[in-house]
């Protein structure tokens, strides 16, 4: 029909519409495994040590940039891993420290 005739114009697009669909469901799909993978982090406290991780790289940063060499020393050792396994994640603080003598 001509639009001029006051008639309507009807289009049926069914491969639009069903890519539009599939994309949605993949939004979706993607976006409940991103929350699952939140929920993991925050439960295992992984979310925290990592946070942690970043503010200990931004105060080394710092620490180079004002000169303090012992201070970007001391955190670089801290975000180092190594095989003793001296540093540890403490939950309840959210920092990361030596672990103590007495405690192992």
């Known amino acids: 029909l001509r639009a001029g005739q006051g008639g309507e114009k009807v289009v049926f697009n069914d491969e639009e519409e069903r890519k539009r669909e599939l994309e949605r469901?993949?939004?979706s799909t993607k976006n409940q495994k991103i929350e699952a993978a939140r929920r993991d982090l925050l439960a295992s406290g992984k979310l925290s040590m990592m946070r942690e991780q970043?503010?200990?790289r931004a105060?080394?940063?710092v620490a180079y940039k004002t000169g303090d060499m012992k201070q970007a020393r001391d955190i670089a050792d801290?975000?180092?891993p190594n095989e003793?396994?001296?540093i540890e994640f403490d939950m309840k603080t959210g920092q990361y420290?030596?672990?103590?003598?007495l405690n192992g």
Request: charged letters at 60%.
């Open 25 to 27: 469901e993949r939004n």
């Open 54 to 56: 970043e503010r200990l």
């Open 59 to 61: 105060a080394q940063q």
């Open 78 to 80: 801290i975000l180092r």
């Open 84 to 86: 003793k396994d001296e």
């Open 97 to 101: 420290r030596k672990k103590s003598k």
